[in-house]
């Protein structure tokens, strides 16, 4: 030892470095060729390995340094503009380019949904604040594309361009969208909307009144909003610039100082003689809106699997590393049952959500995967994003003290856990949902039922629980039993869809969420679990 050196440092984790999340990962490569999306896959790889290495890099800024609302310049003029960390937009810039947002739209064939659904899988595990606007970035482009007068606006999400600049959208190269639903009186219950829209003559065009409780991605180009016509609620396009580059008529009031989610700007917004054009029928807005909604909810899916799976890579890098009462800790057998159990859960997380980008792909094509898309969006929704929160925690604490500590990426994802499950319609939201496709909707039901015998006859545990479907779904009436139903449902969802992957995953995750019913907490998995095999197939 030196002079004036107290102590060696042992024992602790190399940094987690950089990551090759394609490569890295096993069943994610699988998942894109099983649900058809094979032919992307160099695609897929190159932003694998960006995102691991110099997105990951990024990101630590982008969060710590958040953005910041400026109302005026410093003549005093109103500016409403919110100010990003230079690595926010760098890392837009790769997302974009790469096809996070545009791919489903720039190559409209067979499996590029199930592309995209990879790329922002592996987007949300490098910075899942910037997936906001990347997400409704997307899933606005199918509502734009039904009116031919906006079809300028979806060519230019599908250039996968980004451009920062703040200038009216047909002076961009690309442009970026966000959403506007929820109201201070009401969120779930957008009809309690007041926000008015009245029609300006001669057109499309209205003039908005009103407010927006809670407005990400305030910088975006344009929005998809709801407000009050005179028929009733109508989703409209408000543009961030007017035409001749004047500002559009609304103030954003402050951004919301919010729990995690730190790089992405979301704000209260009012309009004031605000422009907007009209999207679909006057009075129908809810029923237009509704497609970039589930192209939304898929991403919470996505992102919450993405969440899983990197807050389960820090845990099995420092298990690897680190060596308590004489062997590492991925060698303890308690451990070892909370890894395993935390790997089947991520894989059954991306397993189920994989599935349904396949069923969004197809959906054009084959009405079966269409309806399946529909009701299977609801339960995975429901599901997959809350687990997550109690999933990052049990990951956090293999790490110790040191999960607990900013400079792990620990704490960050565990800030983030949460969101999905609230926005996008909360979690009893996505079970009311459930519950009325299953009851309305035969096409749903029927497509749901077939899926689930697809995984018949592979499973004693599975068999046993699809036995058990029918008297759950008779006793399923009832509004107070829908998250018993939904958690029975995305159960049997997740192992089917591990069954037909062939998964070494599946027979654990029947016995221990099938046969005994969804632990309670991480690593009570049965003794005789494949552990060694379950972590190594984690990568
Ligand atoms: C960080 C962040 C960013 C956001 N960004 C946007 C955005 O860009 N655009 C946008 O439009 N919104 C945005 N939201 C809003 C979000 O979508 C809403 O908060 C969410 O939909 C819930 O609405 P609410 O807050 O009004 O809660 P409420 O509607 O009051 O619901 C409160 C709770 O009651 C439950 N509930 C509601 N109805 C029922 C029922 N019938 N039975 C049982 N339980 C019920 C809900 O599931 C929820 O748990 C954002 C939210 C957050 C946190």
């Not at 009012?270 to 999207?279: I, S, Y």
């Not at 349904?356 to 269409?370: C, F, I, K, L, N």
Request: charged share 20%.
């Amino acid at each position: 030892m030196q002079p004036g050196q107290t102590h060696e440092v042992v024992n602790q984790p190399p940094p987690f470095g950089a990551r090759d999340l394609w490569r890295d990962d096993l069943a994610l490569r699988q998942a894109l060729e099983r649900e058809g999306g094979g032919a992307f896959a160099a695609q897929v790889a190159a932003y694998g390995a960006l995102a691991g290495g110099e997105l990951l890099a990024l990101s630590h800024d982008a969060h710590r340094d958040r953005p910041r609302l400026r109302t005026h310049d410093a003549a005093g003029r109103r500016i409403d503009t919110v100010e990003f960390h230079p690595h926010y937009h760098r890392t837009m810039e790769a997302a974009i380019g790469h096809g996070v947002a545009g791919l489903s739209w720039a190559r409209p064939e067979p499996g590029a949904h199930v592309a995209r659904a990879a790329l922002s899988y592996l987007h949300y595990q490098a910075e899942p604040g910037s997936s906001c606007p990347l997400t409704m970035t997307h899933a606005a482009v199918p509502v734009l594309a039904r009116e031919p007068a906006l079809r300028p606006w979806a060519d230019r999400v599908a250039a996968c361009r980004y451009d920062a600049r703040d200038l009216p959208a047909a002076d961009k190269h690309g442009l970026t969208l966000g959403m506007g639903m929820t109201e201070k009186q009401g969120g779930s219950d957008v009809r309690a909307n007041t926000t008015r829209a009245t029609p300006l003559p001669g057109g499309d065009a209205y003039e908005l009144r009103g407010h927006k409780w809670f407005f990400s991605a305030p910088m975006s180009d344009g929005f998809l909003v709801l407000a009050q016509a005179p028929a009733g609620l109508t989703c409209l396009l408000l543009p961030r610039r007017l035409p001749d580059g004047a500002p559009n008529g609304f103030r954003l009031m402050r951004l919301k100082d919010k729990l995690g989610d730190w790089s992405n700007a979301s704000s209260e917004i009012e309009f004031d003689a605000a422009l907007a054009w009209r999207v679909g029928e006057e009075g129908r807005g809810i029923a237009t809106i509704i497609e970039m909604v589930m192209l939304t909810r898929l991403d919470c899916m996505l992102g919450s699997a993405g969440l899983m799976r990197m807050a389960l890579s820090q845990a099995l890098h420092h298990c690897r590393h680190r060596h308590v009462f004489g062997k590492a800790l991925v060698e303890q057998p308690l451990m070892r049952n909370v890894l395993a159990d935390l790997a089947i859960e991520a894989e059954a997380a991306l397993a189920l959500s994989m599935r349904v980008a396949r069923a969004v792909d197809a959906a054009p094509r084959d009405a079966s995967e269409a309806a399946f898309a529909r009701v299977a969006t609801a339960i995975g929704k429901f599901w997959i994003c809350k687990r997550a929160p109690a999933f990052v925690n049990e990951a956090q604490e293999c790490l110790g003290g040191a999960g607990y500590v900013e400079e792990s990426l620990l704490p960050r994802l565990y800030r983030q856990a949460p969101l999905n499950s609230i926005w996008e319609g909360s979690g009893n939201i996505q079970c009311l949902d459930v519950l009325r496709a299953i009851s309305r909707e035969p096409a749903a039901l029927a497509a749901l039922q077939d899926e689930l015998a697809r995984g018949a006859g592979l499973d004693a545990d599975y068999d046993g629980a699809l036995a058990r479907l029918p008297g759950a779904l008779a006793g399923a009436r009832e509004e107070s039993r829908a998250r018993r139903l939904a958690m029975h449902l995305a159960l049997l969802l997740q192992a089917a869809a591990l069954l037909q992957a062939r998964s070494p995953a599946a027979a654990s995750f029947c016995a221990s969420r099938l046969r005994e019913g969804p632990p309670a907490v991480f690593g009570a998995l049965a003794g005789d679990t494949p552990f060694a095999s379950l972590i190594g197939r984690a990568g």
